[in-house]
């Protein structure tokens, strides 16, 4: 119950700061200031933490290498499609990658019921591709960008539980993780863009300081969340955010709410049901 709890607000964080980056016009910007937050975040925290071990660097590195490649699609997927349509179709994806990787590499058992459950969720979201969900249809050549990113949000969701689960410190994780992470975005905005990313600092530092915190929370709650118990479970109950995210899309960013993204929601209900009762 604890570990559905975590995940549950994880996903409310999550899908907070994705609305909040989506409804920015300077995303990258708000990015590199989402980082900077992080990068203070794990630098004051780093003497409380434990060096990882030598056999936790590997999936270390692969993560933060997955997670830096998500933020640059994340940012090329919003400048074309709805918040409600990108969001549920990259989100959708995750679970079915951590599904099969936790087949085939962990050793994982999960039930029949649990199975069925998480297949629902990306059934949901291929409901989507119906007439764009109600809206404008997402173009062609985005799907490859949009199942990337799903592919890297499985891979490093997948790489983080089996790194917390061999090593037992969660909190230790998320911060070399974050400081893995957060240097890129911050150094390249403040050497490509130093004007800009100064002025968006003084202007907009709310918004910014919002998303980092945001995206800790939510990354710290689901590392928790897989610690305690089933990687492949904490992953498809993440995407509960989708509702969020459509719900949100809807009544901030004024997109539509057709017959598809409704029943998109509707299977990824059903999922979490499946799995939960």
């Known amino acids: 119950m604890l570990a559905t709890s975590l995940v549950l607000l994880a996903a409310l964080l999550h899908a907070t700061w994705n609305t909040l980056i989506k409804f920015s016009g300077e995303r990258s910007l708000v990015i590199a200031c989402m980082d900077t937050v992080g990068l203070l975040f794990a630098l004051c925290a780093l003497p ?163 998303v980092g915190v945001c995206v ?3 990354y710290a709650l689901v590392l928790f969340a897989m610690h305690l118990g089933s990687i492949a479970e904490a992953a498809a109950l993440r995407e509960l955010s989708v509702i969020l995210v459509v719900v949100l899309g809807m009544r901030y960013l004024k997109e539509p709410f057709g017959g598809p993204r409704l029943l998109a929601c509707g299977l990824v209900l059903a999922g979490v049901l499946v799995m939960k009762l």
């Open 216 to 218: 800790l929370l939510s």
């Open 48 to 210: 409380w933490v434990e060096v990882p071990p030598a056999g936790i660097w590997p999936w270390l590195v692969a993560s933060a290498l997955a997670e830096l490649l998500y933020r640059v699609l994340l940012i090329q997927a919003y400048r074309v499609g709805d918040l409600g349509l990108i969001y549920p179709l990259m989100r959708g994806t995750s679970p079915l990658v951590v599904l099969v990787l936790t087949l085939l590499f962990a050793g994982e058992s999960l039930s029949a019921q649990q199975i069925v459950g998480i297949l629902l969720i990306p059934c949901g979201m291929a409901c989507l591709l119906w007439q764009g969900g109600g809206g404008e249809r997402l173009p062609w050549s985005m799907l490859p960008v949009v199942a990337l990113i799903g592919l890297c949000i499985g891979c490093y969701t997948w790489l983080d539980g089996q790194a917390v689960q061999r090593w037992g410190q969660p909190w230790d994780y998320l911060v070399w993780l974050t400081l893995c992470c957060s240097v890129p975005f911050p150094l390249l905005a403040g050497v490509a863009r130093r004007p800009a990313f100064v002025l968006f600092w003084r202007t907009q530092w709310r918004l910014g300081l919002a």
